[in-house]
């Protein structure tokens, strides 16, 4: 009885390492996935007043966070060759973006940490625009 619970260990053992090495040979690797940028905070009704405002500016963040995914989506899929780079790259600007604001807007409301976003949102969709238009180009 022991003999055959061996066997059986061995060769689902060989089994598994004969799936590994046809995983790791495979000349087609999983298509890269652009990240997602995700925020963290609870929305508030946009409408007059600070509250008001803080939630208009923080639906901005989200909007443009959904082109910013779109853009990062496209890109890509125009470049999948490029695509590895490109993901360390927008990994890279996140964290950027994360703690310029948090440094910047440090025991404010979050009224100005929803603009310093806006802010850098704004300047990063130029560059993926143009970064685009050089992987479709």
């Known amino acids: 009885m022991r003999t055959k619970t061996l ?24 298509a890269p ?38 853009l990062r989506a496209e890109i890509v899929n125009a470049a999948p060759y490029a695509a590895r780079d490109f993901i360390t790259a927008e990994r890279s600007w996140y964290d950027a973006r994360e703690r310029t604001c948090a440094a910047r807007t440090r025991g404010v409301e979050s009224l100005a940490s929803s603009r310093c976003l806006i802010n850098a949102d704004l300047l990063h969709l130029s560059v993926l625009v143009e970064r685009l238009d050089d992987a479709a180009g």
């Open 7 to 30: 066997v059986a260990v061995v060769v689902g053992l060989a089994a598994l390492m004969i799936v590994a090495a046809l995983w790791l040979a495979s000349d087609s690797p999983s």
């Open 33 to 70: 996935v652009a990240p997602r940028l995700v925020e963290t905070f609870h929305v508030a009704p946009c409408r007059p007043g600070l509250v008001g405002a803080e939630g208009c500016a923080e639906r901005r963040v989200l909007r443009l966070d959904a082109t910013i995914n779109r």
